[in-house]
């Protein structure tokens, strides 16, 4: 079994997420793609909009495009609301789950240019094998060398980006081009990132 994790905030996820995931795992050969959404982003805590249940179950969604694609809990909430640490996630997955390695991490070539700033960078890169997935942002292409070695690049060109969804949910713009239809539907049916305060309950 050839096994990816694929993390992030997800708020929520978009057809750039699962674009990635799919090339990450046609240019790897990778059996399951586990997509977590980050309990308590670190880097993003004020911005995070959606709950966590709403963005697991929009992931869980959006999984149902491809049979490789499996939503995952691995990153869920931690007790007393501590943030969500990439290097916890991955020891967790090593602990529990059963596959061939290395286990593979995929991340966006933007998220990967910033992972000096990650906690214990070097040692998320000593335990997986990055799948850097290309961004079409003008200066998002250049990851930085700490993890360089344990990098693998992947061609992924698709324009879409959460802010973008959370733009047009908000203005009641359309949602087609973003997302994968039921996570459209999922966003209108429970007033997702509307305007108004307190629509999306705890
Ligand atoms: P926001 O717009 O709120 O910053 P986002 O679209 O970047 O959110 P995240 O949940 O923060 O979404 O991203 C999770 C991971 O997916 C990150 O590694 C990010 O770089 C990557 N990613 C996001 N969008 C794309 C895309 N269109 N193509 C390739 N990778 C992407």
């Keep these: 079994m050839r096994l990816a994790l694929f993390g992030g905030t997800f ?3 978009h057809l750039g997420h699962v674009e990635a995931a799919l090339a990450a795992a046609d240019a790897h050969s990778l059996d399951r793609v586990l997509v977590a959404p980050c309990g308590v982003p670190p880097h993003k805590r004020s911005a995070c909009r959606a709950p966590y249940r709403h963005r697991l179950r929009m992931v ?3 999984c149902k495009e491809d049979s490789r694609l499996i939503a995952s809990g691995l ?3 931690r007790e007393g609301g501590a943030p969500n ?3 916890d996630t991955v020891e967790r997955a090593l602990a529990t789950l059963r596959f061939e390695e290395p286990l593979r991490f995929i991340v966006g070539a933007d998220a990967f240019s910033e992972i000096g700033t990650w906690r214990d960078a070097e040692r998320v890169a000593s335990l997986v094998e990055f799948l850097v997935v290309g ?4 200066d998002a292409n250049s990851p930085s060398p700490p993890t360089a070695r344990a990098a693998r690049s992947v061609e992924c060109a698709h324009p879409a980006s959460s802010s973008a969804v ?3 949910a908000k203005i009641g713009g359309t949602l087609a081009d973003l997302a994968p239809p039921d996570v459209c539907a999922y966003i209108w049916q429970h007033a997702l990132y509307r305007p108004e305060p307190n629509t999306m309950g705890p």
Excluded: C, G, K
């Excluded at 961004?135 to 003008?138: F, I, S």
């Design 11 to 13: 708020d929520p996820i």
């Design 60 to 62: 869980e969604l959006a």
């Design 75 to 77: 990153d869920e909430p």
């Design 85 to 87: 640490y990439s290097v």
């Design 135 to 138: 961004r079409p942002w003008p």
């Design 166 to 168: 959370r733009h047009r």
